[in-house]
C-alpha cells in the first residue's frame, strides 16, 4: 500500500511537471511551492502543479445492536496534477485512502461562449455540500442529502457564471461496477445565485435536478447514520431502496447564509426512483449552524455555488462550533433514518485542521442504531 502511494506521488508529480515542460519552445524556467509544487514553461503556455490531501479519521463508538469496532482509517489519501496546455486546463486526482486506489478527476476544461466546457471525469452539477470541497467541510463526514448526487462521473459538462448567478448543465455516463451488461446514462442542471446584502450578510440559493436510467443503471440509496468507519460489520449501512435497478429522478433546493462567524445551510432533495415492478420516493434533507469563536467567516465563491478555505485570523488558529440534523426517509416503505451530529473545529492554520465530531443516529425499529466520537487530522498542500 504504502508502495503504491509514494508509486503514484511520483507519477503525478512527473506528469505534473511533464505537461509544463513539452512543447517545442516550453522550457521549465520557473517553480514555486505555494498552494502546491508549480512549474511553468517560459512561454506561459505549460503550467503542472502537483499537490494532495491527507485524511486520518478515527472513531469510538456506542453500539447497539451491531458490534461495530472502534479504530481508525485513512480516509483520503489523494495526490493530483493540474495546471494548463496551450488553452486547456487539465486534472487529475487519485485517492488512495480507505485501503482502496480510486479515480477522482480526470478532465480538460476549456473557456468557451463565455463559460467553462469540461470533459472527462468530474463531479456533476448538484447540491451545494457535495460540490463544496472534501478539504472545507465544516462536518467529518456529508449529510444524507448527498447520496442523491451522482459525484464524480465521465461526462461533458458546462458552466457558466454571470455575476452574483451561475448555472450548468451536464451529460453523463451512469458509473456501476454492479452493472452486468451496459450502464446508465444520465444528466444534471443546477442554477445558483449569491445575492450579498450590506457588507455583512452573504447568502446562496439553488436548486438542481439530476434525471438517470437506461440499461442496467442501479440507483442505490445507502447512508452511514454513524459515520464511515461504521460500516465495518455492513449492519450499520442503511440502504433505502435495496439497490432498486431503475429510472430516477432527483430535485433539489439549497439555500445558505453567511453572516459574519455566523453560517447556517440546509438542503432538501426529493428523489423518485421506478422500474418495472416497484416505486419508491426517498425524500432527505439536513439544516446545520456553525459559528466561529475567533471571528473568522466561512469564505463562499459566487457564482460557483459552493465555500472555500477558511483563513484563520490569529497565528494559532481559529475555532469553529457546528451542529447538524439529518434526515432521509422511503415514503414508500417508511424507513427513516435520522442522526444529529455536534462538532468542533480546529484550524490550526489555512491547511490544517483537527476535527471532532459526536454522532447520534436513530433508524427505524429493528435497525442498528450506534452512536461515535469522530475525529479527523487533516492537511492539504
Do not use: C
Not at 152 to 163: A, C, D, F, N, R
Not at 350 to 377: C, H, K, W
Amino acid at each position: 500500500m504504502i508502495k503504491r502511494i509514494f508509486s503514484a506521488h511520483g507519477a503525478a508529480l512527473a506528469l505534473a511537471t511533464g505537461l509544463a515542460t513539452i512543447g517545442p519552445q516550453a522550457v521549465a524556467d520557473s517553480a514555486s511551492t505555494k498552494g502546491g509544487i508549480t512549474v511553468k514553461s517560459e512561454d506561459g503556455r505549460f503550467v503542472g502543479t502537483f499537490g494532495g490531501r491527507f485524511m486520518l479519521d478515527a472513531a469510538v463508538f456506542d453500539n447497539d445492536t451491531a458490534d461495530n469496532q472502534s479504530g481508525s482509517e485513512f480516509r483520503r489519501i489523494r495526490f493530483h496534477a493540474k495546471g494548463k496546455i496551450y488553452d486547456a486546463k487539465y486534472v487529475i486526482d487519485l485517492d488512495f485512502g480507505d485501503n482502496e486506489i480510486g479515480l477522482r478527476d480526470a478532465y480538460l476544461q476549456f473557456d468557451t461562449l463565455g463559460g467553462k466546457l469540461t470533459v472527462g471525469q468530474f463531479k456533476q452539477y448538484f447540491s451545494l455540500e457535495e460540490i463544496t470541497s472534501s478539504r472545507y467541510l465544516t462536518f467529518l463526514e456529508r449529510s444524507f442529502v448527498t447520496q442523491f448526487a451522482p459525484a464524480h462521473q465521465i461526462g461533458v459538462g458546462y458552466w457558466k457564471t454571470l455575476g452574483i448567478f451561475g448555472g450548468g448543465i451536464s451529460a453523463y455516463n451512469v458509473d456501476d461496477n454492479d452493472a452486468d451488461e451496459n450502464e446508465g446514462f444520465g444528466g444534471s442542471v443546477r442554477l445558483v445565485a449569491g445575492p450579498k446584502f450590506g457588507d455583512m450578510v452573504q447568502t446562496h440559493f439553488g436548486i438542481a435536478a439530476v434525471k438517470e436510467g437506461g440499461f442496467d443503471a442501479r440507483n442505490r440509496v445507502r447512508v452511514r447514520p454513524a459515520g464511515h468507519l461504521s460500516d465495518a460489520s455492513r449492519t450499520a449501512i442503511v440502504d433505502l431502496n435495496n439497490g432498486l435497478r431503475s429510472e430516477s429522478m432527483r430535485l433539489g433546493i439549497e439555500t445558505a447564509a453567511i453572516a459574519g462567524p455566523l453560517s447556517l445551510q440546509m438542503e432538501l432533495v426529493d428523489g423518485t426512483y421506478e422500474d418495472d415492478i416497484e416505486e419508491s420516493d426517498i425524500k432527505a434533507w439536513y439544516v446545520d449552524v456553525s459559528f466561529f469563536l475567533t471571528g473568522e467567516s466561512r469564505p463562499y465563491v459566487v457564482g460557483a455555488g459552493k465555500f472555500g478555505r477558511v483563513k484563520p485570523k490569529r497565528s494559532w488558529g481559529a475555532i469553529e462550533l457546528a451542529a447538524r440534523a439529518d434526515y432521509v426517509e422511503n415514503d414508500t416503505t417508511e424507513l427513516e433514518v435520522e442522526s444529529q451530529t455536534l462538532g468542533v473545529n480546529w484550524y490550526m492554520n489555512p491547511q490544517m485542521r483537527l476535527m471532532l465530531n459526536y454522532i447520534a443516529s436513530d433508524v427505524a425499529e429493528g435497525a442498528d442504531e450506534p452512536n461515535a466520537v469522530t475525529a479527523r487530522f487533516q492537511f492539504d498542500f
